[in-house]
């Protein structure tokens, strides 16, 4: 069973940056991917970006550039770094380590 706990969100300014941190506990190996999702009030939780065991980054169209996926996995800690933060992005955020495990979201607001 993993663990998985998100820290670093908050309120930040419109053109703000903030980094996410996943840690994960529990039964981790390395060989697996992990993701960031996110959902706005009223939408339907949308992935974010997601980076493979290998390393190996894939990203939304509406974040690419943005944002940056990293994983430091002598941690098993995953991060996500947001740059260029607009009130689109203001979201729960959650990250899921391998196929099924979420973890409880952290509060992202963007507003000035």
């Known amino acids: 069973q993993v663990q998985l706990v998100e820290s670093g969100g908050g309120l930040v300014q419109p053109g703000g940056s903030l980094r996410l941190s996943c840690a994960a506990s529990?039964?981790?190996?390395?060989?697996?991917?992990m993701g960031w999702y996110r959902q706005a009030p009223g939408k339907q939780r949308e992935w974010v970006a997601s980076?493979?065991?290998?390393?190996?980054?894939n990203y939304a169209g509406s974040v690419k550039g943005r944002f940056t996926i990293s994983r430091d996995n002598a941690k098993n800690t995953w991060y996500l770094q947001m740059d260029g933060l607009t009130s689109e992005d203001t979201a729960v955020y959650y990250c899921?380590?391998?196929?099924?495990?979420w973890g409880q979201g952290i509060q992202v607001t963007v507003s000035s």
């Open positions: 899921k380590y391998g196929s099924a495990s």
């Open positions: 980076i493979s065991s290998g390393g190996s980054t």
């Open positions: 529990g039964s981790i190996f390395s060989n697996y991917g």
